[in-house]
């Protein structure tokens, strides 16, 4: 009896394995989970921003980044101020914390934190931070008993808060000082 319970176990594993080969046994078919196509992508995606300041007294600059929702970036820009860079030396108050050039002349410099959040609707809430440094010219200063020529520096420093669509259009912004940021962002 136990030569023939070896013999059908045997023929019962050889009828599986030709079964198997064949395809006889098809495995049970799950329903799956459609996939939508969208032209957008998700929210947290990456997002083309560019960034463009047109100012008389700090001059002009553009840049174009991709960042995504949440983020924050930071464009900084340094450029001769139109009659040229403006001597100074570093017994000048606050020199340290002045735009230099490689020859430690001032010039002029604009810095913006640009940090935007994306909502479900596709609109952007942005918040802005503006600062802008440039030489107007010369002043005397009295430092530590000298009389001293520095850098006659002008600041400008703003945080805007604003939305925008991130479709492509554009938002622009008017500073206090007149100075203009034109933001677009892009999918």
Not at 104 to 127: E, K, W, Y
Not at 163 to 168: H, R
Request: net charge positive; glycine share 8%; hydrophobic share 35%.
């Amino acid at each position: 009896m136990s030569s023939s319970f070896k013999l059908s176990a045997v023929s019962v594993v050889a009828s599986l394995a030709c079964a198997l080969a064949s395809g006889m046994f098809v495995p049970v078919a799950h329903a799956a989970t459609p996939i939508t196509v969208t032209s957008q992508s998700a929210l947290d995606g990456p997002i083309r921003y560019t960034v463009r300041v047109t100012s008389k007294q700090f001059g002009n600059s553009q840049e174009t980044r991709t960042i995504r929702s949440g983020e924050s970036d930071d464009f900084t820009w340094k450029t001769v101020p139109p009659g040229g860079p403006v001597a100074g030396t570093d017994a000048c108050p606050n020199y340290s914390s002045l735009p230099l050039d490689t020859n430690g002349a001032m010039i002029r410099q604009t810095q913006i934190r640009f940090a935007p959040v994306v909502s479900s609707d596709g609109t952007a809430s942005v918040q802005m931070s503006f600062q802008a440094q440039t030489p107007h010219g010369v002043k005397t200063v009295t430092s530590g008993g000298k009389t001293l020529k520095c850098p006659n520096d002008v600041k400008v420093s703003q945080i805007l808060r604003f939305t925008m669509p991130v479709n492509g259009s554009t938002k622009t912004l008017t500073l206090n000082d007149g100075t203009e940021v034109a933001v677009s962002a892009k999918r």
